[in-house]
């Protein structure tokens, strides 16, 4: 969604980045879905060569509110690139 192949380390991921994305490819999330969030974290690693940050580092994740945001839709599971 930002144009970029990996978010920086520590992005907090809003819930207006998961709407935009939902409005950008033409999709909508329904009671029990499963979504899936592509950082490009591990993308990222995988051409470096170098996992040594990536099992505890500051991998980019969900802001508070999204949470809230992901229990209001009533999602039954999120799934990331990252740890």
């Known amino acids: ?15 207006k980045d998961l709407q935009d994305t939902l409005a950008k490819q033409g999709t909508q999330i329904r ?5 899936l969030v592509r950082t490009g ?3 990222h690693c995988l051409a ?3 996992w040594g940050a990536y099992a505890a580092g500051d991998a ?3 802001r ?18 990252t740890w």
């Open 64 to 81: 508070f509110e999204t949470c809230e945001w992901i229990h209001k839709k009533e999602i039954a599971a999120i799934c990331f690139d």
């Open 1 to 15: 969604m930002h144009g970029v192949t990996c978010l920086p380390d520590s992005y907090a991921i809003t819930p």
């Open 48 to 50: 470096q060569g170098d």
């Open 31 to 35: 009671k029990g879905d499963v979504v």
């Open 41 to 43: 974290q591990m993308e």
């Open 60 to 62: 980019p994740g969900l």
